[in-house]
């Protein structure tokens, strides 16, 4: 078998003057990321979200741009998740903001209402009983949903994801 003459013992495709392709002592160097690119939607799905708008309070959506979605639940009692705002959940989604409530207008869970639960457990939809858990308010100077009684805020923690209530940040 023939050698290259100027390659050395254990880097078999190194040569003196192009070190290998893990650079020098096989270290690859660490890529920096293009300033003008987005981080992936895997590092965007590890980051909870609390800024909402809502498309009309009387009978719209609460969507979060941040992870992609909207607020969904499809069933009474469900936790309620971050479904994509458009297609067979648009249905789904349509909700009324009133002064201390959030209320689902789908025809299979009307009259509930945006429930939180605590702040380890996602929000879900329970019968509206004016309960502090469902005393929620949209403010639109900060796009934030808070809970009166908690002051906890509505966080998405990523598309297709269930939303809980956290510190508001």
């Known amino acids: 078998m023939r050698r290259h003459p100027a390659r050395t013992e254990g880097t078999p495709h190194a040569t003196p003057d192009h070190p290998s392709p893990g650079g020098v002592g096989g270290r690859r160097r660490a890529r920096r990321p293009h300033p003008d690119r987005c981080p992936p939607a895997s590092a965007l799905a590890a980051v909870p979200v609390q800024t909402w708008t809502v498309s009309n309070p009387a009978d719209g959506v609460l969507a979060n741009h941040g992870v992609h ?16 705002c458009k297609g067979p959940n648009l249905e789904a989604q349509r909700i009324r903001i009133q002064p201390q409530a959030i209320i689902s207008l789908y025809s299979k869970t009307q009259g509930y209402c945006l429930t939180a639960t605590s702040s380890d457990m996602p929000t879900i939809l329970y019968p509206c009983n004016g309960s502090p858990e469902q005393r929620f308010v949209y403010d639109g100077a900060t796009k934030t949903v808070r809970n009166l009684a908690s002051g906890l805020c509505l966080t998405a923690t990523g598309a297709n994801q269930p939303t809980y209530t956290r510190t508001c940040v």
Not at 69 to 84: H, K
């Open 69 to 84: 979605g909207c607020l969904s639940a499809t069933l009474p009692y469900e936790t309620t998740r971050i479904w994509q």
